[in-house]
Nanobody, 116 residues
Framework: VELVESGGGLVQPGGSLRLSCAAS????????MTWVRQASGKELEWVSS????????VYADSVKGRFAISRDNAKSTVYLQMDSLKPEDTAVYYC??????????RGRGTQVTVSS
């Protein structure tokens, strides 16, 4: 199993970023996919998960209405569109195979910094 995140960077408050996660080594189309994040000095926080067949998505309250998770099964890729970013969204973002905190594999992460 390999998960490779990309798309992180430095953005001003109110800005947007789109994260991508390329997956390989398992049947992507049959797997729940999840984004989690970890801010410096804090515990890992679940952000969002997306179902396999119908694309049903669930979100943490802290990002609901601002973030959108999506997937392209043909490309074995999951995305996280992040809008209206806040300084408290600053963290390393990881994609994971699994549902919410119950994931079996996780990528190496991509840094997102929201600062003016």
């Amino acid at each position: 199993v390999e998960l490779v995140e990309s798309g992180g960077g430095l953005v001003q408050p109110g800005g947007s970023l789109r994260l991508s996660c390329a997956a390989s080594g398992f049947l992507f189309g049959e797997a729940w996919m999840t984004w989690v994040r970890q801010a410096s000095g804090k515990e890992l926080e679940w952000v969002s998960s997306i179902y396999t067949d119908d694309g049903k998505a669930v979100y943490a309250d802290s990002v609901k209405g601002r973030f959108a998770i999506s997937r392209d099964n043909a490309k074995s890729t999951v995305y996280l569109q992040m809008d209206s970013l806040k300084p408290e969204d600053t963290a390393v973002y990881y994609c994971a195979r699994g549902y919410r905190e119950n994931y079996s594999s996780r990528g190496r992460g991509t840094q997102v910094t929201v600062s003016s």
